[in-house]
């Protein structure tokens, strides 16, 4: 079962647990007609629907930040204003959206990711001291340090991506942290086990797990409940997905080479791109009205 009132399901495309299949349909519409332009069925997760509420007092995808090019890959409106979401990742228009968010709020991005390169760069180095327990110990920080900077981006992507506009300070503030932990471990587990067998079995699994964080972090999952909902949601549309995923190793790939300084662009946008795939993909949560009512 999982936590947060998140429903269990099958990873049919805007609806990965299941909430409303078979039982109606979307937006009392016919699916691929009239569209998404009352909702996602009846409101699958309560009072959440994207354009049934104002985040911060703007709906997302009305350029809430002035720029007429942010949000344009969802150009055809839902109901009060919101994304029509299509169940489906548009690989290229993915990335354009990651960069639109990125220009519309470059500082708390490039100083977050300059952050995690020197926490990293500073663990790193602790760990490849010649002493075996100074090592160890700087493993351990490795590890920490990077599930720290996991968590704290992806917090930061879905506030952004959800019509927000996080200040530095919003990426540092967790929750559910115990049960991040175990998910990470549990999928780098499943993702070494997968590599000793032949390599690729390894990837499959990575590909296929990759927003289990995102689970936690969004839905406030379990670790396995996380694990499933990202294997289901991502099945649902593997391929545009295994292209985005292609694009974002070949946009990285240039920030390296653009004198390491382009990581600090090509990093955030990435990972923005991947978030915004992940909201169209899963639909709407409550996630960024509950995180900015508390700020």
Do not use: C
């Not at 990965?16 to 069925?41: D, I, R």
């Not at 150009?75 to 990742?89: A, D, E, I, L, W």
């Not at 049960?179 to 296929?208: C, E, N, Q, R, S």
């Not at 985005?244 to 240039?254: D, E, F, M, R």
């Amino acid at each position: 079962m999982t936590t947060g009132g998140t429903p269990s399901g099958d990873g049919f495309p805007n609806d990965p647990y299941g909430a409303g299949t078979g039982q109606q349909n979307w937006g009392g519409q016919q699916h691929g007609g009239q569209g998404n332009a009352q909702g996602f069925g009846q409101e699958p997760y309560p009072d959440q629907g994207y354009g049934q509420q104002s985040y911060g007092g703007q709906d997302y995808g009305q350029q809430p930040y002035g720029d007429p090019a942010y949000g344009a890959a969802h150009p055809q409106p839902g109901q009060g204003g919101g994304p029509m979401m299509t169940g489906r990742v548009s690989a290229t228009d993915a990335i354009g959206a990651g960069w639109q968010m990125f220009k519309n709020n470059p500082l708390p991005w490039v100083l977050i990711t300059l952050a995690m390169f020197v926490a990293n760069g500073i663990a790193s180095s602790v760990s490849n001291s010649e002493s075996m327990s100074v090592s160890f110990i700087g493993s351990i920080l490795t590890f920490a340090v990077s599930l720290l900077f996991q968590a704290f981006v992806i917090r930061g992507a879905l506030l952004e991506v959800d019509g927000h506009k996080p200040e530095i300070g919003d990426f540092f503030k967790l929750h559910n942290f115990g049960a991040f932990v175990i998910a990470a471990i549990l999928v780098a587990i499943a993702t070494t086990i997968g590599f000793i067998l032949l390599i690729i079995p390894g990837i499959v699994a990575a590909f296929l797990l990759y927003w289990t964080l995102h689970f936690v972090v969004d839905r406030n999952m379990t670790a396995i409940d996380a694990m499933k909902s990202s294997v289901n949601a991502i099945k649902s549309d593997a391929g545009n997905l295994f292209a985005l995923a292609v694009l974002n190793i070949l946009v990285v790939i240039a920030g390296f080479l653009a004198l390491f300084v382009g990581l600090l662009v090509a990093v955030p946008v990435v990972t923005l791109a991947s978030v915004f795939a992940y909201r169209t993909i899963t639909g709407p949560s409550d996630f960024s009205r509950v995180a900015t009512s508390t700020v």
